[in-house]
């Protein structure tokens, strides 16, 4: 179709403020609209979810409680049953999860949200793209604007939507950035703008609500990036076209799939988000309905929704668990329902993000996301919260609360060898309840094997029988090996939290790097050092000793494990075998920009292309 290109070349609109007031999350709670896209039976699920979670967690308690207590309970064993109880009920939980994901995605049935993308023509209001960028590539950020920009336009959508990057960047790369968005308005077939703050105050939600004050009430919704997200045009224009036939919903999260995977790391993870994810994701709306979560990314909300709800106040105290609300889009999306707005997850394709390149760089963005999640638990008191959003505000903090559980089970386990005055190890877990726990562990990976096996395109498309086989049998011990590394790497970010270390805000690393084992050596020393301990145990008690085992071997293979997962090379060569490959991504690229090489295609490469 030919494309009528609209002249943008002023930096900003005119401006349209719109207010945003600070919320009081304390004070008497809001008044708050009807939902009228609420699924029914909504309570009768949300019921059976935490009854079925508390039916396996205490039928698995119970069993270790009588198997502790033959000879009587010490206080050693009431504490590991202390900490056995929330930690298995979390797996329960995610497992019950899984399981009504799978059976909505097997049967064919759509998990939650139904309603379909609609044409460009269906648009009435005007939609605002936004993209905050600090300090990232110049050229691959606005690759990407050029890209969505062209692909909207395809879509129809360029009379109804516009196109903003907001910069928070340092006058260098702002000065990079003002150039570059110079050339690409040259020929934009959409209204591309570009604003930089000189003070990178509140971060990004800082810089959200500074241009919903700005110019919010010329937009009925915005569609919210990161600076390593693309959508497809159809995408973009679909979701303007739900907004604008349900107006009770405030916000409408996409499930965005990994793109542009390069370290064997990265493909690693983009196969496990496509092999398991579609099944957590539609397990998550089946129970969340219209009390969905909020990514931050990937989604679209109603800007007079968002200012009237979502002015986010500062927490009292100091960093890190004070101040400025750093995992604020879960928060958001519990203010966006304590109006009244809908909050739904909706499954449909055209939505990418990329993922940090290493484990080391996954492990600082961990951290920033341990410090943000853990504020909420302050803020669960909040007035007028649905109990669902307070439900996953606590599951998002008590998310990092696991990995030290976990280690402090463990050295519980320890201490039991020592009470018990030389009569050996009682095992934790009785033959039931160890089958128990690999089902609970291992079950949602098998449902993900037979989801990828039951449909013939699907299988193709994942590589095939023997392809999904392997692959998923080495994303198995891939991540027994990385669960005792996180495990230990999040037990040390928290305490740093409680000694009062922010974990900061520094620009995220997107390119891939290949680290060295000397050079990742330094920063692992206390996983050495705990692995050398559990060694020890062995002259305590055989049992425990093997009981440790995969823990070990993940703590001592840690070094190694960083540095060859983040090897680009190793990750060409799994695609060329075939391992890790996954549904190829839906093409969005634009033309050449006047006088320059193409654009890359933003799309990750099947294995027969690599």
């Given at each position: 179709?030919?494309?009528?290109?609209?002249?943008?070349h002023?930096?900003?609109?005119?401006?349209?403020?719109?207010?945003?007031?600070?919320?009081?999350?304390?004070?008497?709670?809001?008044?708050?609209?009807?939902?009228?896209?609420?699924?029914?039976?909504?309570?009768?699920?949300?019921?059976?979810?935490?009854?079925?979670?508390?039916?396996?967690?205490?039928?698995?308690?119970?069993?270790?409680?009588?198997?502790?207590?033959?000879?009587?309970?010490?206080?050693?064993?009431?504490?590991?049953?202390?900490?056995?109880?929330?930690?298995?009920?979390?797996?329960?939980?995610?497992?019950?999860?899984?399981?009504?994901?799978?059976?909505?995605?097997?049967?064919?049935?759509?998990?939650?949200?139904?309603?379909?993308?609609?044409?460009?023509?269906?648009l009435?209001?005007?939609?605002?793209?936004?993209?905050?960028v600090?300090?990232?590539?110049?050229?691959?950020?606005?690759?990407?604007?050029?890209?969505?920009?062209?692909?909207?336009?395809?879509?129809?959508?360029?009379?109804?939507?516009?196109?903003?990057?907001?910069?928070?960047?340092?006058?260098?790369?702002?000065?990079?950035?003002?150039?570059?968005?110079?050339?690409?308005?040259?020929?934009?077939?959409?209204?591309?703008?570009?604003?930089?703050?000189?003070?990178?105050?509140?971060?990004?939600?800082g810089?959200?609500?500074?241009?919903?004050?700005?110019?919010?009430?010329?937009?009925?919704?915005?569609?919210?990036?990161?600076?390593?997200?693309?959508?497809?045009?159809?995408?973009?224009?679909?979701m303007?076209?739900?907004?604008?036939?349900?107006?009770?919903?405030?916000?409408?999260?996409?499930?965005?799939?990994?793109?542009?995977?390069?370290?064997?790391?990265?493909?690693?993870?983009?196969?496990?988000?496509?092999a398991?994810?579609?099944?957590?994701?539609?397990?998550?709306?089946?129970?969340?309905?219209?009390?969905?979560?909020?990514?931050?990314?990937?989604?679209?909300?109603?800007?007079?929704?968002?200012?009237?709800?979502?002015?986010?106040?500062e927490?009292?105290?100091?960093?890190?668990?004070?101040?400025?609300?750093?995992?604020?889009?879960?928060?958001e999306?519990?203010?966006?329902?304590?109006?009244?707005?809908?909050?739904?997850?909706?499954?449909?394709?055209?939505?990418?993000?990329?993922?940090p390149?290493?484990?080391?760089?996954?492990?600082?963005?961990d951290?920033?996301?341990?410090?943000?999640n853990?504020?909420?638990?302050?803020?669960?008191?909040?007035?007028?919260?649905?109990?669902?959003?307070r439900?996953?505000?606590?599951?998002?903090?008590?998310?990092?609360?696991?990995?030290?559980?976990?280690?402090?089970?463990?050295?519980?386990?320890?201490?039991?060898?020592?009470?018990?005055?030389?009569?050996?190890?009682?095992?934790?877990?009785?033959?039931?309840?160890?089958?128990?726990?690999?089902?609970?562990?291992?079950?949602?990976?098998?449902?993900?094997?037979?989801?990828?096996?039951?449909?013939r395109?699907?299988?193709?498309?994942?590589?095939?029988?023997?392809?999904?086989?392997?692959?998923?049998?080495?994303?198995?011990?891939?991540?027994?090996?990385?669960?005792?590394?996180?495990?230990?790497?999040?037990?040390?970010?928290?305490?740093?939290?409680?000694?009062?270390?922010?974990?900061?805000?520094?620009?995220?690393?997107?390119?891939?790097?290949?680290?060295?084992?000397?050079?990742?050596?330094?920063?692992?020393?206390?996983?050495?050092?705990?692995?050398?301990?559990?060694?020890?145990?062995?002259?305590?008690?055989?049992?425990?000793?093997?009981?440790?085992?995969p823990?070990?071997?993940?703590?001592?293979?840690?070094?190694?494990?960083?540095?060859?997962?983040?090897?680009?090379?190793?990750?060409?060569?799994?695609?060329?075998?075939?391992?890790?490959?996954?549904?190829?991504?839906?093409?969005?690229?634009?033309?050449?920009?006047?006088?320059?090489?193409?654009?890359?295609?933003l799309?990750?490469?099947?294995?027969?292309?690599v």
């Open positions: 179709m030919s494309l009528t290109v609209v002249p943008s002023v930096m900003l609109p005119e401006e349209a403020p719109l207010a945003m007031p600070v919320q009081n999350l304390w004070g008497n709670p809001p008044g708050a609209r009807e939902v009228l896209t609420a699924p029914h039976g909504m309570l009768v699920k949300r019921l059976l979810l935490i009854a079925l979670t508390a039916v396996i967690g205490l039928a698995a308690s119970s069993t270790v409680r009588m198997e502790l207590s033959r000879d009587g309970l010490d206080w050693v064993e009431v504490v590991l049953l202390a900490f056995f109880v929330p930690l298995f009920c979390w797996i329960s939980f995610g497992f019950v999860t899984s399981t009504m994901g799978f059976f909505k995605l097997i049967t064919g049935e759509h998990p939650g949200f139904t309603a379909l993308p609609s044409p460009a023509s269906s009435r209001h005007r939609t605002a793209v936004l993209m905050p600090y300090n990232e590539s110049v050229e691959e950020v606005f690759a990407r604007v050029r890209a969505m920009a062209f692909s909207i336009a395809e879509s129809g959508g360029a009379p109804w939507i516009d196109f903003f990057v907001l910069s928070d960047s340092n006058p260098f790369h702002g000065k990079r950035e003002e150039a570059a968005w110079r050339e690409l308005v040259q020929d934009a077939p959409i209204a591309v703008y570009y604003r930089r703050r000189e003070q990178n105050t509140a971060r990004k939600p810089n959200i609500a500074e241009w919903v004050r700005r110019f919010g009430a010329a937009y009925e919704n915005m569609l919210i990036l990161d600076a390593d997200s693309i959508m497809s045009g159809d995408t973009i224009v679909g303007a076209s739900i907004m604008e036939e349900r107006p009770s919903i405030g916000l409408l999260q996409t499930v965005p799939m990994i793109t542009n995977a390069r370290t064997l790391f990265q493909r690693w993870m983009q196969f496990a988000s496509e398991y994810g579609p099944i957590a994701s539609a397990g998550l709306m089946w129970w969340s309905g219209s009390e969905a979560n909020f990514w931050g990314h990937n989604a679209i909300v109603r800007t007079r929704a968002f200012a009237e709800a979502c002015g986010l106040p927490l009292p105290g100091k960093a890190p668990f004070g101040g400025h609300i750093l995992s604020h889009d879960m928060f999306s519990a203010l966006l329902r304590r109006r009244g707005w809908a909050v739904h997850m909706v499954m449909i394709g055209g939505s990418y993000e990329e993922f390149p290493t484990i080391v760089d996954m492990a600082i963005r951290r920033r996301w341990m410090q943000g853990l504020q909420h638990l302050q803020l669960l008191g909040t007035s007028g919260l649905h109990w669902t959003s439900l996953h505000l606590l599951i998002g903090a008590s998310a990092y609360l696991t990995s030290p559980g976990w280690l402090l089970l463990i050295l519980t386990m320890i201490a039991q060898v020592f009470s018990r005055d030389g009569d050996g190890f009682v095992t934790l877990a009785p033959p039931s309840v160890l089958a128990l726990t690999v089902v609970l562990l291992f079950g949602p990976k098998v449902m993900g094997l037979t989801w990828m096996m039951a449909d395109d699907r299988r193709r498309s994942f590589g095939g029988p023997v392809g999904i086989v392997r692959s998923v049998m080495l994303e198995i011990v891939l991540s027994m090996l990385l669960a005792p590394i996180t495990m230990v790497t999040q037990t040390k970010a928290l305490l740093g939290l409680l000694l009062g270390i922010s974990a900061g805000w520094n620009t995220q690393t997107r390119d891939a790097r290949r680290i060295t084992v000397r050079e990742v050596l330094p920063d692992l020393r206390e996983h050495l050092l705990l692995g050398a301990a559990l060694i020890a145990t062995f002259w305590l008690d055989r049992t425990t000793a093997l009981w440790l085992a823990i070990i071997v993940g703590l001592f293979a840690s070094p190694w494990l960083i540095a060859f997962s983040s090897s680009e090379a190793l990750g060409m060569r799994a695609g060329r075998a075939g391992i890790f490959q996954v549904p190829e991504p839906e093409i969005i690229e634009a033309p050449s920009a006047p006088g320059n090489d193409p654009q890359p295609e799309r990750t490469k099947t294995a027969a292309e």
